[in-house]
């Protein structure tokens, strides 16, 4: 009975604490049952986003736990500035843009020209890449280079502000809205592409 | 922002995390307890190496101070 009452009201207090609060508390207490929290939040997310930014399940278990450590032992750096939610992405889509460029050794291959890509469209509207099918999203999702895909998915899956996009990325505005431009103008180049008529 | 095709994807992508929980949880596991084990050693032997060290320490000074002491008398 004493078992039941004490899941029941760890339950709810798992479910009260804001993220912000664990930290807190993991920090002061180092209870293991604090990261178990942030454990449940996030790994189910933090997999989904390195398993379409990374495209293979091995690459993508390995990246997750690999986000997991970073993440416990950097918690103390963590300064309440953006959302926890938001740092925790910023450093799950650093790892895996890093991990790809590592991998592949040619940084170049992520800043290729879109000049070509400007005369086909000139504003890409959000609703259009919003409304996309599922399946032709998926698609073009495993088409478009890993820095692109990773901007996309912070502005239209997590709904980041160009600002919070600035923090993670560490660009300045500017240079980040050019860069969603041009995500936006190879989404659609390559939606075009394959499904034109 | 209200529901979008985006999200959509990232829920399939989830879904399919349940294959792999089991492994990354015993994984994690494993490496935070070797990262509570090294820093539990640090708390428990880093102040006993500092005040062997500055018992050493002492005890060289102390040494030295009788000797001088001693050669002074002679």
């Given at each position: 009975m004493l078992k039941f009452l004490f899941a029941l009201l760890s339950n709810s207090e798992r479910k009260t604490l804001t993220d912000e609060e664990v930290v807190k508390e993991y920090l002061r207490t180092q209870n293991n049952y604090y990261f178990e929290i942030l454990y449940g939040r996030y790994s189910a997310k933090i997999y989904g986003k390195c398993l379409t930014i990374l495209k293979e399940e091995g690459l993508a278990q390995d990246a997750t736990q690999d986000v997991m450590m970073k993440l416990l032992l950097n918690l103390?750096?963590?300064?309440?500035?953006?959302?926890f939610s938001t740092w925790v992405y910023s450093i799950t889509y650093n790892f895996c843009i890093d991990f790809i460029r590592k991998k592949k050794k040619d940084k170049s291959q992520y800043f290729e020209d879109v000049s070509q890509f400007e005369d086909v469209v000139d504003e890409v509207d959000d609703k259009e890449l919003l409304e996309i099918e599922l399946d032709r999203l998926k698609i073009i999702m495993e088409q478009i280079p890993p820095d692109d895909k990773s901007i996309l998915m912070m502005k239209?899956?997590?709904?980041?502000?160009i600002k919070e996009i600035c923090l993670v990325i560490n660009k300045t505005e500017s240079a980040i809205k050019m860069q969603i431009k041009r995500a936006k103008l190879k989404f659609v180049k390559i939606h075009r592409t394959l499904y034109a008529a | 922002m209200s529901k979008n095709n985006f999200q959509q994807l990232e829920e399939q992508m989830e879904a399919k995390y349940d294959k792999a929980s089991d492994a990354i949880k015993n994984n994690v596991t494993s490496r935070k307890g070797t990262w509570d084990l090294i820093g539990d050693l640090f708390e428990l032997y880093i102040p006993q190496i500092f005040s062997t060290l500055i018992g050493s320490n002492t005890n060289l000074s102390k040494t030295a101070l009788k000797k001088e002491e001693e050669s002074d008398s002679e």
């Open positions: 103390s750096k963590f300064g309440g500035k953006s959302k239209y899956l997590d709904g980041m502000s | -």
